[in-house]
Protein backbone atom coordinates (compact mmCIF):
# COMPACT_ATOMS: atom_id res chain seq x y z
CA UNK A 1 0.00 0.00 0.00
CA UNK A 2 3.13 2.85 1.15
CA UNK A 3 4.67 1.67 -2.40
CA UNK A 4 1.44 2.40 -4.50
CA UNK A 5 1.03 5.66 -2.69
CA UNK A 6 4.71 7.01 -3.10
CA UNK A 7 4.38 5.75 -6.87
CA UNK A 8 1.05 7.73 -7.04
CA UNK A 9 2.61 10.63 -5.27
CA UNK A 10 6.04 10.59 -7.75
CA UNK A 11 3.73 10.44 -10.78
CA UNK A 12 1.87 13.45 -9.44
CA UNK A 13 5.06 15.17 -9.05
CA UNK A 14 6.32 14.26 -12.05
CA UNK A 15 2.97 15.24 -13.82
CA UNK A 16 3.03 18.32 -12.21
CA UNK A 17 6.48 19.36 -13.06
CA UNK A 18 5.73 18.48 -16.94
CA UNK A 19 2.90 20.33 -17.19
CA UNK A 20 5.03 23.51 -15.89
CA UNK A 21 7.54 22.96 -18.15
CA UNK A 22 5.00 22.39 -21.28
CA UNK A 23 3.41 25.67 -19.99
CA UNK A 24 6.96 27.75 -19.94
CA UNK A 25 7.71 26.84 -22.56
CA UNK A 26 4.30 27.55 -24.71
CA UNK A 27 5.29 31.16 -23.41
CA UNK A 28 7.16 33.21 -26.01
CA UNK A 29 10.63 34.56 -24.97
CA UNK A 30 11.01 37.75 -26.45
CA UNK A 31 14.27 39.67 -26.58
CA UNK A 32 14.83 43.93 -26.83
CA UNK A 33 18.37 44.49 -27.68
CA UNK A 34 19.83 47.85 -27.12
CA UNK A 35 22.46 49.59 -28.63
CA UNK A 36 23.71 52.62 -26.50
CA UNK A 37 26.87 55.00 -27.50
CA UNK A 38 28.00 56.33 -25.27
CA UNK A 39 28.16 60.80 -24.61
CA UNK A 40 31.34 61.73 -25.89
CA UNK A 41 32.41 65.42 -25.58
CA UNK A 42 35.69 64.94 -27.65
CA UNK A 43 34.83 62.39 -30.22
CA UNK A 44 30.85 63.00 -31.00
CA UNK A 45 29.09 66.54 -32.03
CA UNK A 46 26.82 67.39 -29.45
CA UNK A 47 26.72 70.13 -27.26
CA UNK A 48 29.21 69.60 -24.52
CA UNK A 49 27.87 68.44 -21.20
CA UNK A 50 29.66 68.27 -17.97
CA UNK A 51 32.97 66.35 -17.97
CA UNK A 52 32.23 63.37 -15.97
CA UNK A 53 29.29 62.59 -18.36
CA UNK A 54 30.50 63.46 -21.29
CA UNK A 55 33.63 61.14 -21.02
CA UNK A 56 32.75 58.41 -23.41
CA UNK A 57 35.00 56.12 -21.52
CA UNK A 58 33.35 55.92 -18.40
CA UNK A 59 30.86 53.73 -18.30
CA UNK A 60 29.89 54.48 -14.96
CA UNK A 61 28.94 57.87 -14.87
CA UNK A 62 27.92 58.67 -18.55
CA UNK A 63 24.85 60.28 -19.37
CA UNK A 64 23.75 57.64 -21.28
CA UNK A 65 24.39 54.68 -19.56
CA UNK A 66 25.25 54.75 -15.59
CA UNK A 67 23.65 58.52 -14.48
CA UNK A 68 20.23 58.51 -13.12
CA UNK A 69 18.39 58.67 -16.24
CA UNK A 70 20.97 56.38 -18.32
CA UNK A 71 20.04 53.17 -19.61
CA UNK A 72 21.55 50.94 -17.16
CA UNK A 73 20.70 52.96 -13.92
CA UNK A 74 17.07 53.74 -14.76
CA UNK A 75 16.12 49.98 -15.83
CA UNK A 76 17.86 48.96 -12.92
CA UNK A 77 16.15 50.96 -10.28
CA UNK A 78 12.96 49.91 -12.29
CA UNK A 79 10.16 48.26 -10.62
CA UNK A 80 8.99 46.83 -13.77
CA UNK A 81 12.62 45.14 -14.91
CA UNK A 82 15.19 43.35 -12.58
CA UNK A 83 18.66 43.14 -13.49
CA UNK A 84 20.19 39.79 -13.82
CA UNK A 85 23.53 40.69 -14.39
CA UNK A 86 26.43 42.89 -15.92
CA UNK A 87 29.41 41.84 -17.93
CA UNK A 88 32.44 44.01 -18.52
CA UNK A 89 34.02 44.38 -22.06
CA UNK A 90 31.99 41.21 -23.79
CA UNK A 91 33.75 43.13 -27.42
CA UNK A 92 36.55 45.97 -27.74
CA UNK A 93 34.06 48.89 -28.46
CA UNK A 94 31.63 47.38 -25.85
CA UNK A 95 32.37 48.53 -22.17
CA UNK A 96 29.86 46.88 -20.76
CA UNK A 97 26.81 44.79 -21.85
CA UNK A 98 23.59 44.29 -18.84
CA UNK A 99 21.03 41.61 -19.00
CA UNK A 100 17.52 42.81 -17.39
CA UNK A 101 14.61 41.04 -17.32
CA UNK A 102 10.75 41.84 -17.23
CA UNK A 103 9.00 41.00 -13.81
CA UNK A 104 5.66 40.15 -14.98
CA UNK A 105 6.43 39.47 -18.63
CA UNK A 106 8.75 36.78 -20.45
CA UNK A 107 10.74 39.91 -22.36
CA UNK A 108 14.30 39.87 -21.55
CA UNK A 109 16.39 43.43 -22.55
CA UNK A 110 20.05 43.14 -23.23
CA UNK A 111 21.72 46.39 -23.32
CA UNK A 112 25.26 46.90 -24.75
CA UNK A 113 27.04 50.28 -23.68
CA UNK A 114 29.59 51.44 -27.01
CA UNK A 115 32.98 53.64 -26.23
CA UNK A 116 31.94 56.76 -26.70
CA UNK A 117 34.29 57.40 -30.11
CA UNK A 118 33.07 53.66 -31.52
CA UNK A 119 29.39 55.40 -31.69
CA UNK A 120 30.18 54.88 -35.73
CA UNK A 121 30.40 50.64 -35.16
CA UNK A 122 27.51 51.14 -32.33
CA UNK A 123 25.02 52.46 -35.11
CA UNK A 124 26.34 49.66 -37.67
CA UNK A 125 25.56 46.91 -35.21
CA UNK A 126 22.19 48.31 -35.08
CA UNK A 127 21.37 48.26 -38.54
CA UNK A 128 23.07 44.63 -38.45
CA UNK A 129 20.84 43.61 -35.68
CA UNK A 130 17.80 45.79 -37.58
CA UNK A 131 18.19 43.81 -40.71
CA UNK A 132 18.58 40.22 -39.00
CA UNK A 133 22.36 39.68 -38.90
CA UNK A 134 24.00 37.79 -36.87
CA UNK A 135 21.70 36.71 -34.63
CA UNK A 136 23.32 35.80 -31.05
CA UNK A 137 22.17 33.52 -28.51
CA UNK A 138 22.77 33.92 -24.81
CA UNK A 139 21.81 31.00 -21.87
CA UNK A 140 20.80 32.40 -18.64
CA UNK A 141 20.36 30.50 -15.65
CA UNK A 142 17.05 30.02 -13.82
CA UNK A 143 15.48 28.41 -10.64
CA UNK A 144 13.93 25.96 -13.14
CA UNK A 145 15.65 25.34 -16.13
CA UNK A 146 18.33 27.62 -18.24
CA UNK A 147 16.66 30.35 -20.82
CA UNK A 148 18.27 30.25 -24.16
CA UNK A 149 17.50 34.04 -25.27
CA UNK A 150 18.03 35.40 -28.82
CA UNK A 151 20.16 39.22 -29.26
CA UNK A 152 21.16 40.99 -31.76
CA UNK A 153 19.70 39.82 -35.42
CA UNK A 154 17.47 37.62 -33.15
CA UNK A 155 16.09 40.18 -31.10
CA UNK A 156 12.23 41.12 -31.49
CA UNK A 157 12.96 44.65 -30.89
CA UNK A 158 16.04 46.55 -31.17
CA UNK A 159 16.97 50.09 -30.29
CA UNK A 160 19.43 52.88 -30.48
CA UNK A 161 20.13 55.65 -27.90
CA UNK A 162 22.72 58.12 -28.13
CA UNK A 163 23.52 61.10 -29.79
CA UNK A 164 23.07 61.16 -33.93
CA UNK A 165 26.20 59.65 -35.31
CA UNK A 166 24.68 60.10 -39.10
CA UNK A 167 24.69 64.17 -38.76
CA UNK A 168 28.38 63.51 -38.53
CA UNK A 169 29.94 60.68 -40.88
CA UNK A 170 28.21 57.94 -43.49
CA UNK A 171 28.15 54.58 -43.38
CA UNK A 172 30.30 52.89 -45.62
CA UNK A 173 27.68 49.95 -46.20
CA UNK A 174 23.84 49.44 -45.59
CA UNK A 175 22.96 46.23 -44.72
CA UNK A 176 19.14 44.51 -46.25
CA UNK A 177 17.01 42.80 -44.61
CA UNK A 178 18.36 39.03 -44.51
CA UNK A 179 15.14 36.99 -43.60
CA UNK A 180 11.56 37.59 -43.07
CA UNK A 181 10.93 37.69 -39.45
CA UNK A 182 9.53 40.67 -38.09
CA UNK A 183 11.44 42.86 -35.98
CA UNK A 184 10.56 46.29 -34.39
CA UNK A 185 12.84 49.48 -34.11
CA UNK A 186 12.54 52.17 -31.64
CA UNK A 187 15.69 55.22 -32.45
CA UNK A 188 16.31 57.49 -29.78
CA UNK A 189 18.83 60.38 -31.55
CA UNK A 190 18.20 63.86 -32.84
CA UNK A 191 16.02 63.79 -36.15
CA UNK A 192 16.54 60.28 -35.99
CA UNK A 193 13.49 59.75 -39.05
CA UNK A 194 15.76 62.10 -41.31
CA UNK A 195 19.23 60.36 -40.95
CA UNK A 196 18.06 56.83 -39.93
CA UNK A 197 15.68 55.97 -42.08
CA UNK A 198 16.66 55.29 -45.57
CA UNK A 199 18.90 52.75 -44.00
CA UNK A 200 15.88 51.23 -41.69
CA UNK A 201 13.78 50.93 -44.53
CA UNK A 202 16.81 49.01 -46.12
CA UNK A 203 16.81 46.68 -42.97
CA UNK A 204 13.29 45.74 -43.06
CA UNK A 205 13.00 46.50 -39.92
CA UNK A 206 9.47 48.78 -38.44
CA UNK A 207 10.22 51.87 -37.17
CA UNK A 208 8.00 51.72 -33.46
CA UNK A 209 9.50 55.31 -32.48
CA UNK A 210 12.06 57.50 -34.01
CA UNK A 211 12.52 61.82 -33.52
CA UNK A 212 11.63 64.61 -36.10
CA UNK A 213 13.49 67.11 -33.95
CA UNK A 214 15.92 67.34 -31.05
CA UNK A 215 15.22 65.30 -28.18
CA UNK A 216 17.41 63.89 -24.94
CA UNK A 217 17.94 60.48 -25.64
CA UNK A 218 17.48 59.15 -21.94
CA UNK A 219 15.81 56.16 -20.77
CA UNK A 220 12.44 57.21 -19.29
CA UNK A 221 11.61 57.73 -23.35
CA UNK A 222 12.96 54.24 -23.38
CA UNK A 223 10.96 52.75 -20.53
CA UNK A 224 8.02 54.17 -21.74
CA UNK A 225 8.03 53.06 -25.28
CA UNK A 226 8.56 49.37 -24.10
CA UNK A 227 5.87 49.64 -21.55
CA UNK A 228 3.60 50.64 -24.35
CA UNK A 229 5.42 47.33 -26.92
CA UNK A 230 5.11 44.78 -23.90
CA UNK A 231 1.56 45.62 -23.37
CA UNK A 232 1.12 45.56 -27.30
CA UNK A 233 2.51 42.41 -27.86
CA UNK A 234 0.88 40.62 -24.32
CA UNK A 235 -2.71 41.83 -25.99
CA UNK A 236 -1.58 40.66 -29.40
CA UNK A 237 -2.30 37.09 -29.73
CA UNK A 238 0.95 36.90 -31.60
CA UNK A 239 4.34 37.66 -31.36
CA UNK A 240 5.32 38.09 -35.39
CA UNK A 241 1.64 40.27 -36.27
CA UNK A 242 2.98 42.94 -38.53
CA UNK A 243 1.74 46.20 -36.47
CA UNK A 244 -0.87 48.92 -38.21
CA UNK A 245 0.71 52.18 -39.76
CA UNK A 246 2.39 54.28 -38.26
CA UNK A 247 0.73 57.51 -37.11
CA UNK A 248 1.87 60.79 -36.58
CA UNK A 249 1.96 61.99 -33.30
CA UNK A 250 1.45 65.92 -33.31
CA UNK A 251 -0.27 67.75 -31.28
CA UNK A 252 -1.02 64.68 -28.67
CA UNK A 253 -0.56 67.06 -25.74
CA UNK A 254 -3.81 68.84 -26.92
CA UNK A 255 -5.54 65.31 -27.22
CA UNK A 256 -6.22 62.91 -30.42
CA UNK A 257 -4.49 65.13 -33.45
CA UNK A 258 -6.04 64.81 -37.15
CA UNK A 259 -5.54 61.54 -38.60
CA UNK A 260 -3.93 59.85 -35.06
CA UNK A 261 -5.63 56.71 -33.67
CA UNK A 262 -5.79 56.63 -29.90
CA UNK A 263 -3.55 53.96 -28.68
CA UNK A 264 -5.40 50.97 -26.97
CA UNK A 265 -4.60 49.78 -23.62
CA UNK A 266 -1.32 51.45 -22.43
CA UNK A 267 -0.35 53.09 -24.99
CA UNK A 268 1.29 56.76 -24.18
CA UNK A 269 2.26 59.30 -26.53
CA UNK A 270 5.58 60.91 -26.17
CA UNK A 271 6.18 64.79 -27.15
CA UNK A 272 8.34 67.41 -26.03
CA UNK A 273 8.81 70.50 -24.24
CA UNK A 274 11.24 72.71 -25.46
CA UNK A 275 13.85 73.60 -22.20
CA UNK A 276 17.30 74.89 -22.10
CA UNK A 277 19.68 72.87 -23.85
CA UNK A 278 19.96 69.20 -21.86
CA UNK A 279 22.24 66.58 -23.25
CA UNK A 280 23.28 67.93 -26.12
CA UNK A 281 19.90 68.59 -27.87
CA UNK A 282 17.39 71.65 -27.33
CA UNK A 283 14.10 69.93 -26.25
CA UNK A 284 13.82 67.68 -23.77
CA UNK A 285 10.70 64.91 -23.66
CA UNK A 286 8.04 64.52 -21.28
CA UNK A 287 5.78 61.77 -21.60
CA UNK A 288 1.75 62.14 -21.06
CA UNK A 289 -0.85 59.58 -21.63
CA UNK A 290 -2.93 60.13 -24.45
CA UNK A 291 -6.26 62.59 -23.92
CA UNK A 292 -9.44 62.31 -25.33
CA UNK A 293 -10.36 66.09 -24.84
CA UNK A 294 -7.96 68.70 -25.52
CA UNK A 295 -6.64 70.32 -22.35
CA UNK A 296 -8.18 73.83 -21.46
CA UNK A 297 -6.05 76.95 -22.14
CA UNK A 298 -2.93 74.50 -23.57
CA UNK A 299 -1.10 75.29 -26.83
CA UNK A 300 0.90 71.76 -28.10
CA UNK A 301 4.41 71.67 -28.01
CA UNK A 302 6.57 70.94 -30.66
CA UNK A 303 6.49 67.12 -31.32
CA UNK A 304 9.85 65.18 -31.27
CA UNK A 305 8.77 61.68 -32.07
CA UNK A 306 6.92 61.37 -35.33
CA UNK A 307 5.17 58.26 -34.77
CA UNK A 308 4.35 55.56 -31.48
CA UNK A 309 2.13 52.83 -32.32
CA UNK A 310 2.01 49.51 -30.31
CA UNK A 311 -1.07 48.28 -31.16
CA UNK A 312 -1.53 45.19 -32.82
CA UNK A 313 -4.31 43.85 -34.83
CA UNK A 314 -6.72 41.89 -33.37
Not at 79 to 89: N, S
Not at 171 to 190: M, Q, T, V
Not at 248 to 263: D, H, I, M, W
Request: with cysteine.
Amino acid sequence: MRVFVRCGVAAFLAAVFIAGTLLAQDVPVRTVHVFVALADNEHQGIVPVPARLGNGLDPAHNLYWGAAAGVKTFFARSADWTLIRCEPTPKPEVLERCLFRHRKMEVYLVADAYRGDEIRQAILDFFDAAAGVSPETITLPSASHAVTIAARGGSNLVAYVGHDGLMDFRLPFLPGKKNESHRDAIILACASKQYFGEALHRAGAYPLLWTTNLMAPEAYTLKAALDGWTAGKATSGSANAPPRPMTSSKNAACGEPAGCLPPAGRSLRIVAHPTRYFSGCRERPIIIPWLPTPMPGSSPPSSTISGWNADRPD
